[in-house]
């Protein structure tokens, strides 16, 4: 088993990447960035947008990955539907357009340090998992629109079942909280 992952690693060429490999490190920066500056930037619209263009990065990524489905399914529900939900969401609340002081607390230096250390964990994680492993795209069953839509009916329906029940709850929400400060005035 470690012979053929060896003998995979040196038939790839670690240091002579594809050009396939060079364009999803330089999505993935791209995503990377726009995901950073999604939680960091004050404005609330802004965040908004920049969350398009990471999640956007992400179906870019699963098409390098000759995973099409996916990637569909990535621009319609996520980039479509949670993003236009989150939108709606703060038109309907009237949250301020610029600056908002209320979305900054004291705890940056504190939020940094746990988010460095999370993220260190995770790519500790998945080098260690995935070292010695490589993705063949010239043979791209497992990304397939059948082997995905049996993978995604067969034990992923009740997570999406739970994501929809919890961005409805949060659509009426906003409709609830939208409709108490017309009625106060």
Do not use: C
Request: aromatic share 8%; net charge negative; proline share 3%.
């Amino acid at each position: 088993m470690i012979l053929a992952a060896q003998a995979a690693a040196e038939a790839h060429g670690f240091l002579s990447p594809s050009g396939v490999e060079i364009a999803f490190l330089l999505v993935g920066l791209v995503t990377l960035g726009a995901a950073v500056v999604t939680v960091t930037t004050r404005q609330l619209v802004h965040a908004a947008l920049w969350l398009v263009v990471a999640l956007g990065g992400l179906a870019v990524e699963y098409l390098l990955l000759t995973a099409e489905f996916i990637a569909w399914v990535q621009v319609l529900i996520y980039v479509g539907s949670v993003v236009v939900l989150l939108l709606f969401g703060l038109m309907l609340t009237k949250a301020p357009i610029g600056r908002s002081p209320d979305a900054d607390s004291g705890n940056r230096p504190v939020a940094l340090g746990v988010a460095l250390a999370a993220a260190v964990a995770l790519v500790w994680v998945v080098v260690d998992a995935f070292r010695t492993t490589w993705i063949d795209l010239d043979g791209a069953v497992q990304g397939s629109t059948e082997v995905t839509g049996a993978t995604l009916f067969k034990h992923w329906v009740l997570p999406f079942e739970a994501l929809s029940v919890l961005l409805l709850a949060a659509l009426v929400g906003a409709i609830v909280l939208s409709r108490k400060k017309e009625q106060e005035r």
